[in-house]
């Protein structure tokens, strides 16, 4: 008796099912048509707000650079606080409002205080006596977080856009992977070396699968940040005939409004001891002050644990130092939770550096995602014998426009200093407008060959400049970190020019 050893052949596998298989033809149609449609209303705003976000997640680190003669400080005593709060609350003059001071944190160590008189605010960074230093304004560092905060409209407009922007790209995200059934079965799979349309196409896909909880999350926590203020206003119109001040101090705790002058400042030092005692291991990171020169004086400290994902625990004071109410994390409830994690989660401000490049490479895959898709689109236009050559170049410089708007913004604050306070936001929306304007005289990919190689020029120069002007003298030694990023950026953009032409 033999035994037969011939291998016997597999049967063929099942070829892979679709994540949702019975998807009706003509429901993804209209899907995608109106991905189409909502990526291409939003498309400029979308990317605008995704590119200022990437960037704006290093906005402590780019303070830091802008303030490189700033001295590093890993703490602050009390004392030192309290001398700082007195002296810029003089430097400032009559008619304070509000200070605010930033203690020292990992991300920022270093002490800064700003006041708020007649609606103009001035930045201090004292030393570690408390005594103030003339380090200037983070002015470029103010415009780019403004950029992406609030598009520099007016405060509430502004947050109402961004938030109606997120909104846009939560929809658009939702929308790509209906109108996708295979998107997330084909999430490895790149055709390269065939029509350049389809390789975008794949790209596109893959980098909104990759990191789809991350742009989930981003873009709905902007969105409910955005749109605050309009749900604010809403509760006021419903509550308090429209007057959002009353709405407001729904969520702040009863503090008395007497504008009669009093007779001594804030004292800051029992209200940090308290802070340490009744939040044990957590390190105070933020004091507000209502109204410090009045009867009605009162005191916000936030404190935070290194690592942790809610924003602080909340304690306030009055003007004696005396305990008023509380806000802890282990006592709040779940919708307080949510609410405090939603500026931690957007900006990833609560993990160190490393989790904060991760923020940034995602963020500038979400812009590349905003940006591939619009170029997809034109491309299909041209492959069904439409082409629309304006948009496709007013497109490319919409996209490399930014980029060099921001570096030349930011080389003409450092160039100048301080008289550049108004600067930044006229210089950016100008080369964004020549840009744009000029795209029309230029082949498309000359057109964003030249752009990269521009952008890659004015940050070697923008390098150079910061070098400049501290002399290659930092006592903030982040300032050489943020120089060799920057350098490495654009060696990049350039680099991807020399590739592009072989």
């Known amino acids: 008796m033999t035994t037969d050893t011939t291998p016997k052949p597999k049967p063929p596998k099942k070829a892979g099912k679709p994540i949702w298989p019975k998807v009706p033809a003509g429901f993804v149609r209209s899907v995608l048509a109106g991905h189409s449609a909502l990526g291409l209303a939003f498309a400029a705003l979308i990317y605008l707000v995704c590119f200022s976000g990437s960037v704006a997640v290093f906005a402590r680190e780019f303070q830091r650079w802008e303030q490189a003669g700033v001295p590093v400080m890993t703490t602050a005593a009390p004392a030192a606080i309290q001398n700082a709060m007195e002296q810029a609350i003089r430097a400032a003059g009559d008619g304070i409002e509000h200070v605010y001071i930033t203690a020292p944190s990992p991300d920022l160590p270093r ?114 940040l955005g749109l605050t203020t309009i749900i604010v206003g809403v509760l006021a119109m419903a509550m308090f005939q429209g007057d959002t001040a009353k709405a407001y101090a729904l969520f702040l705790p009863p503090i008395v409004d007497d504008p009669r002058p009093a007779p001594s400042l804030p004292n800051l030092i029992p209200a940090l001891e308290a802070t340490q005692r009744l939040s044990p291991g957590s390190i105070p990171t933020f004091i507000g002050l209502e109204h410090p020169t009045e009867m009605g004086q009162a005191v916000l400290v936030n404190a935070s644990r ?143 060959a030249f752009l990269r190689l521009g952008t890659a020029g004015v940050i070697l120069a923008l390098i150079a400049a910061h070098i400049a002007r501290h002399g290659g003298a930092y006592a903030d030694p982040a300032a050489w970190g943020v120089n060799a990023a920057l350098g490495l950026v654009a060696a990049v953009l350039a680099t991807s020019v020399v590739l592009g032409r072989r």
């Open 306 to 448: 290194p690592g942790r994902l809610i924003a602080a625990d909340s304690f306030y004071f009055d003007g004696k130092g005396e305990l008023l109410d509380k806000s802890q994390t282990i006592e709040s409830n779940l919708g307080e939770k949510i609410l405090g994690s939603l500026g931690p989660l957007h900006f990833g401000w609560y993990g160190g550096i490393l989790l904060k490049i991760a923020y940034g490479l995602l963020g500038l895959a979400l812009t590349s995602v905003t940006a591939s898709g619009v170029a997809i689109w034109l491309a299909r236009r041209r492959d069904k014998g439409r082409p629309a050559p304006r948009w496709e170049r007013v497109w490319i410089a919409t996209v490399w426009s930014q980029p060099l708007a921001f570096a030349a913004s930011a080389l003409l604050v450092v160039a100048l200093g301080e008289p550049a306070a108004v600067a930044p936001l006229a210089l950016w929306g100008m080369v964004t407008l020549v840009t744009v304007a000029g795209s029309l005289r230029f082949e498309p990919k000359r057109l964003s």
């Open 111 to 224: 002490l800064s205080v700003i006041t708020d008189a007649h609606g103009q605010h001035r930045t201090f960074q004292p030393d570690a006596s408390g005594a103030l230093t003339d380090s200037g304004e983070p002015v470029w560092t103010e415009f780019m977080t403004r950029l992406h905060i609030n598009l520099h409209l007016p405060q509430t407009w502004g947050m109402f856009v961004v938030g109606l922007t997120g909104v846009a790209l939560l929809s658009s995200l939702i929308s790509g992977v209906l109108a996708h059934p295979r998107v997330f079965k084909d999430a490895f799979h790149l055709r390269w070396g065939g029509s350049k349309r389809l390789q975008e196409a794949d790209l596109h896909n893959r980098l909104g699968v990759w990191a789809l909880p991350f742009h989930v999350i981003v873009s709905l926590t902007g969105a409910l």
